[in-house]
């Protein structure tokens, strides 16, 4: 059974959620690709135990843009008041 989740500012949208999709997923890495009609965003889970499919958002190229907007608008955010956020440059992403 879903239970209303209201968003931080219910005057602008309520999201309706099951609890299971409420508590969210962690995801370490992420796969892009795409066609000339969508958008595919693979979040994995890159762990000790092997790489892991935590799930699958196929957007539209206009969407992507607008999520593009949206995370540079509040990455931005974050860093006017947190500072800037250091980027780990490491191509061997396995497990030691």
Do not use: C
Request: no cysteine.
């Amino acid at each position: 059974m879903a239970d209303e989740k209201p968003s931080m500012n219910a005057s602008q949208i309520q999201i309706a959620t099951g609890d299971e999709m409420s508590r969210g997923r962690y995801s370490n890495m992420m796969l892009v690709s795409h066609s000339a009609e969508e958008f595919m965003l693979e979040w994995v889970l890159n762990s000790p135990s092997g790489t892991h499919l935590v799930s699958r958002i196929v957007v539209s190229p206009g969407h992507v843009r607008r999520i593009i907007a949206a995370l540079t608008e509040n990455l931005n955010k974050y860093e006017s008041r947190f500072g800037p956020v250091r980027v780990v440059e490491n191509n061997d992403q396995a497990f030691h």
